[in-house]
């Protein structure tokens, strides 16, 4: 029981405070799942990996990973649960005042200084993975995964190919390359 | 109660058919809710996006709440949320359960080797282009950076950047609204 409030309270302050997206709120998770020790870095990129190439929003995906690995089916539904209520409530409250709300100067001032540390969050999320992602635990940069990771920033970032594309791509050629 | 089906229906399909997350699923949700069902004029799907993107939590139950509560109150929002959710549910534990049953084999294990190093290379890319989006001026580069010294180099819990960030902007608002009226 303890262990189902817990993800429920953990999973439910990461989604109080998680602003600017899924990418955003990965460091929330991160620092969260390593803090209460569910799970380790290398985990966290598998679950990152796994959201990326299944449907959905990431922040739903991650809580029903974490939920689900540490404590069954209830630890998934009330890691999830977790996750949307704030959300939930809080746009349900919002709505009805959005007017009120497109003028208010704190909103706006919230909206100022967050939006800025959504950008430092998102750096934070890629240096906790590509510690799992591109380096072999005592033996050092995975060179294969670095390739990959150079590869995917010249299609993105340079021929702004679409992120599916790319991974579908890098899956195929993880598989081949690293078996 | 026909009514609460097809707004759960309509969130399921969205939610089983974006990958990528939840800003991927802006464009099929406004052609869903804009033009099939013309539930919200383009005016009032745009102010639900800035809404959604400013508030916190995961931004397609954001929307999803939003139009469903303004469309059939509480009962509206909880099926369409309910519906966006679900397939990420069921497929996660699905995925999980299939990893668990094969075990270790190495062409599963090589391509998530790729997709992880992908999945770190695209974060990277969209942190820089959202920088380039927002960072403009000395206050927002200040900001993006000492969070991210903070969280990344010093572990700090990044509840703390957050809201230090809501607080020096409601700050920075406030000096910058009061030298505007003298």
């Given at each position: 029981m303890i262990l189902y409030v817990s993800l429920f309270l953990m999973f439910f302050q990461i989604g109080l405070f998680g602003f600017g997206g899924g990418y955003a709120m990965l460091p929330l998770?991160?620092?969260?799942?390593?803090q209460f020790g569910y799970m380790g870095a290398q985990e966290f990129a598998d679950l990152v990996a796994i959201s990326q190439v299944t449907p959905g929003p990431i922040a739903v995906n991650a809580a029903t990973y974490v939920g689900f690995k540490t404590a069954g089916y209830l630890g998934a539904f009330s890691a999830t649960f977790g996750v949307v209520l704030?959300?939930?409530?809080?746009?349900?409250?919002?709505?009805?005042?959005?007017?009120?709300?497109?003028?208010?100067?704190?909103?706006?001032?919230i909206f100022i200084g967050v939006r800025p540390v959504t950008v430092g969050l998102i750096a934070?999320?890629?240096?906790?993975?590509?510690?799992?992602?591109?380096?072999?635990?005592?033996?050092?940069?995975?060179?294969?995964?670095?390739?990959?990771?150079?590869?995917?920033?010249?299609?993105?970032?340079?021929?702004?190919?679409?992120?599916?594309?790319i991974t579908i791509i890098m899956g195929a050629a993880g598989a081949i390359l690293c078996s | 109660m026909k009514q609460l089906i097809h707004l759960f229906t309509i969130?399921?399909?969205?939610?089983?058919?974006?990958?990528?997350?939840?800003?991927?699923?802006?464009?099929?949700?406004?052609?869903?809710?804009?033009?099939?069902?013309?539930w919200l004029t383009e005016d009032e799907?745009?102010?639900?996006?800035?809404?959604?993107?400013?508030?916190?939590?995961?931004?397609?139950v954001n929307t999803a709440t939003y139009i469903g509560n303004?469309?059939?109150?509480?009962?509206?929002?909880?099926?369409a949320t309910l519906g966006v959710v679900l397939p990420s549910f069921i497929i996660i534990i699905l995925v999980v359960l299939f990893l668990d049953t094969i075990g270790e084999n190495r062409y599963i294990d090589g391509?998530?080797?790729?997709?992880?190093?992908?999945?770190?290379?695209?974060?990277?890319?969209?942190?820089?282009?959202?920088?380039?989006?927002?960072?403009?001026?000395?206050?927002?580069?200040?900001?993006?950076?000492?969070?991210?010294?903070?969280?990344?180099?010093?572990?700090?819990?990044?509840?703390?950047?957050?809201i230090a960030g809501a607080v020096l902007g409601c700050i920075y608002q406030a000096v910058k609204g009061r030298g505007e009226t003298q």
């Open positions: 998770i991160f620092q969260n799942i390593q704030p959300a939930f409530t809080l746009m349900i409250i919002v709505s009805r005042f959005i007017e009120h709300f497109k003028e208010s100067a704190i909103i706006k001032g934070s999320a890629a240096v906790f993975l590509g510690q799992a992602a591109l380096m072999v635990p005592g033996a050092g940069i995975n060179i294969i995964a670095a390739g990959i990771f150079g590869l995917t920033i010249l299609f993105a970032g340079k021929f702004k190919m679409s992120p599916i594309t | 969130f399921f399909k969205i939610g089983l058919f974006t990958i990528g997350g939840g800003l991927a699923m802006i464009p099929l949700i406004k052609r869903a809710v804009v033009d099939d069902n013309k799907m745009t102010d639900c996006i800035a809404l959604a993107q400013s508030m916190p939590g995961v931004i397609a303004k469309k059939r109150g509480v009962w509206g929002a909880f099926f391509a998530l080797t790729g997709v992880k190093a992908a999945s770190c290379a695209l974060i990277v890319v969209a942190s820089y282009s959202l920088g380039k989006q927002i960072l403009k001026g000395v206050f927002p580069w200040v900001l993006a950076v000492a969070s991210f010294v903070a969280i990344a180099i010093f572990d700090i819990t990044a509840v703390w950047a957050i």
